[in-house]
T-cell receptor, first 112, second 114 residues
Framework: TQLLEQSPQFLSIQEGENLTVYCNSS?????LQWYRQEPGEGPVLLVT?????EVKKLKRLTFQFGDARKDSSLHITAAQPGDTGLYLC????????????FGKGTLLTVNP | DTGVSQDPRHKITKRGQNVTFRCDPI?????LYWYRQTLGQGPEFLTY????????KSRLLSDRFSAERPKGSFSTLEIQRTEQGDSAMYLC????????????FGPGTRLTVL
């Protein structure tokens, strides 16, 4: 069974601070997605990373896929209250099995 | 640009009743997925369709659950004889077969079984 461990589980910071959340597994994934979810809503896709070592930037968010494609990180610079939400990583093991394996998420609160 | 839609958004039912949820994927997407999410957990895979064929079912999908995608477009998920443990957010996602097969999620249906 493939597992994705996310850390920290909870994070509360002040507006303007930087933060990093982590997504780790002992399994290799062909691709990994990061989603943000707000209460009562479905996950919204932020980014897909595919290549080991890949770095993608989305405004103040920087995503990195580990060289071995087993781990990933999300770094947010100068966090804003609008960044508040549940950040989920999800891995696709590839092949004919297209289901995503999700971590439990990191619940981020950015206080004004 | 219309994303994935789900109906209803909320459903409250009594234990033992049957419920049915509908998912309309992004129009050109040929793959459709159902996930279930409980409080404090990430979504868990339930089942997956490619066009109208149901290709995989999780062991989470007991015989009280059935999913269909009759014409390869919208899908329905039915739960018979609901139990309190079925209370969860039911999420639908769709994707277009390709290199990354990125999945886009709908807003979910929140089921509460009393």
């Amino acid at each position: 069974t493939q597992l994705l461990e996310q850390s920290p589980q909870f994070l509360s910071i002040q507006e303007g601070e930087n933060l990093t959340v982590y997504c780790n597994s002992s399994s290799v994934f062909s691709s990994l997605q990061w989603y943000r979810q707000e209460p009562g809503e479905g996950p919204v896709l932020l980014v897909t990373v595919v290549t080991g070592g890949e770095v993608k930037k989305l405004k103040r968010l920087t995503f990195q896929f580990g060289d071995a494609r087993k781990d990933s990180s999300l770094h947010i610079t100068a966090a804003q209250p609008g960044d508040t939400g549940l950040y989920l990583c999800a891995g696709d093991s590839g092949g004919s099995n297209y289901k995503l394996t999700f971590g439990k998420g990191t619940l981020l609160t950015v206080n004004p | 640009d219309t994303g994935v839609s789900q109906d209803p958004r909320h459903k409250i039912t009594k234990r033992g009743q049957n419920v049915t949820f509908r998912c309309d994927p992004i129009s050109e997407h040929n793959r459709l997925y159902w996930y279930r999410q409980t409080l404090g957990q990430g979504p868990e895979f339930l089942t997956y369709f490619q066009n109208e064929a149901q290709l995989e079912k999780s062991r989470l999908l007991s015989d009280r659950f059935s999913a269909e995608r009759p014409k390869g477009s919208f899908s329905t998920l039915e739960i018979q004889r609901t139990e309190q443990g079925d209370s969860a957010m039911y999420l639908c996602a769709s994707s277009l077969a390709g290199f990354t097969d990125t999945q886009y999620f709908g807003p979910g249906t929140r089921l509460t079984v009393l």
